[in-house]
């Protein structure tokens, strides 16, 4: 145990992210290492087919609304950050899974912690996209923590 010094917390900010914040933060506690969290926005969640098809000014409309969704990230990633006692907070854009191993791989992180399941109403589809993909891809180890009704 003693060669894990940082903990990479990956979160959506669901129900199950919260108890793997607790899972992250008791690690951190009883191991004595450093603690970060990450947000991945992932763009491509508002693709659309090709814009012809729609009125004018959706191209506008769906631009300002990924823009408040950023937004609304950030300001939930600093929130969350403030009640874990102001760990370092990053907000990554791209694929989600794809994104985590690659920060976690740049920034020497021994471990990461995520919940099984998203914000998605597709649970099991979502763990085999996100939560699989940085279990197999990770260079560390991950502990994944699940919901009790599973």
């Known amino acids: 145990m003693e060669d894990i010094r940082k903990i990479l917390f990956a979160t959506d900010f669901s129900s199950i992210s919260s108890k793997a914040k607790d899972y992250a933060?008791?690690?951190r506690d009883k191991l004595n290492c450093e603690l970060?969290?990450?947000?991945v926005f992932d763009p491509d969640t508002f693709n659309m087919p090709t814009p012809y098809y729609f009125m004018p000014g959706v191209e506008t409309w769906l631009d300002d609304h990924i823009n408040t969704m950023k937004k609304k990230g950030r300001e939930a990633?600093?929130?969350?950050?403030e009640e874990m006692g102001d760990p370092r907070a990053t907000f990554l854009e791209g694929k989600t899974?794809?994104?985590l191993c690659e920060f976690a791989?740049?920034?020497g992180f021994d471990m990461?912690?995520?919940g099984t399941h998203g914000h998605t109403g597709f649970n099991?589809?979502?763990l085999g996209s996100v939560a699989e993909y940085v279990v197999r891809h990770a260079h560390c180890s991950v502990l994944t923590i699940k919901p009790?009704?599973?």
């Open 97 to 99: 899974g794809a994104a």
């Open 36 to 39: 970060e969290i990450a947000h």
């Open 25 to 27: 933060q008791f690690l």
């Open 105 to 107: 791989k740049e920034h």
């Open 124 to 126: 099991r589809l979502i």
């Open 112 to 114: 990461i912690v995520m």
């Open 77 to 81: 990633l600093d929130a969350l950050s």
């Open 148 to 150: 009790k009704d599973d």
